[in-house]
């Protein structure tokens, strides 16, 4: 079974950086996309970014486009997103998500508990 | 961006009931569909994709159907631990996008 974990939440002011990590089990780790998908206290759910197996093709929501980066280190099974210039409407439990595609976005089959991202002054 | 929506937007039901909820898309997704189950304070799980597809180890009570704009999520006999929220997501193009979801309760 794989195991997704998040790390790095917490709070943050108003256009701070944060950096959250993603570490998932299994032996094939490099074969399969991952992404993000946040949600706001009481409200649904927002895809954020996605990140090829391989690295080199990354998708990012229009809400956190030139804000947020996405990097993968494939030797250590784990998934990296650089949030920065972060503002109040970035507030959001923050899941990591394992991809069954290898590259886009397709069905997302194995979530993290997720991890509290708190954006304020 | 495909726009999803989803009805109705809540639901009460009991134990044994018969459930359907119904996802549409603001374009043609083909059958890129997914179902998700989110219990309060817990992660979302896959139940189905590829719009009737039951992800490996969830019950066959849950059925999944459509294709183009609209499709259903089914819960035959539903079981206390099915009160929960449910969520389509399209990854026909992207973003891809999830409808606001349906909340199933008591």
């Known amino acids: 079974e794989v195991q997704v974990m998040e790390s790095g939440g917490g709070l943050v002011q108003p256009g701070g950086s944060l950096r959250l990590s993603c570490a998932v089990s299994?032996?094939?780790?490099?074969?399969?996309?991952v992404n993000w998908v946040r949600q706001a206290p009481g409200k649904g759910l927002e895809w954020v970014s996605s990140i090829s197996g391989g690295g080199g093709t990354s998708y990012f929501a229009d809400s956190v486009k030139g804000r947020f980066t996405i990097s993968r280190d494939n030797s250590k099974s784990t998934v990296y997103l650089q949030m920065n210039s972060l503002r109040v409407d970035d507030t959001a439990t923050y899941f990591c998500a394992r991809d069954r595609g290898g590259v886009k976005p397709y069905f997302l089959e194995s979530w993290g508990q997720g991890t509290l991202v708190t954006v304020s002054s | 961006d495909i726009q999803m929506t989803q009805s109705p937007s809540s639901l009460s039901a009991s134990v044994g009931d018969r459930v359907t909820i119904t996802c549409r898309a603001s374009?043609?997704?083909?059958?890129?569909l997914n179902w998700y189950q989110q219990e309060p304070g817990k992660a979302p799980k896959l139940l189905i994709y590829d719009a009737s597809t039951l992800q490996t180890g969830v019950p066959s009570r849950f059925s999944g159907g459509g294709s183009g704009t609209e499709f259903t999520l089914t819960i035959n006999s539903l079981q206390p631990e099915d009160f929960a929220t449910f969520y389509c997501q399209q990854t026909y193009t992207l973003p891809p996008t999830f409808g606001p979801g349906t909340k199933v309760d008591i």
């Open positions: 374009q043609s997704i083909s059958t890129y």
């Open positions: 299994g032996r094939t780790f490099s074969s399969y996309a």
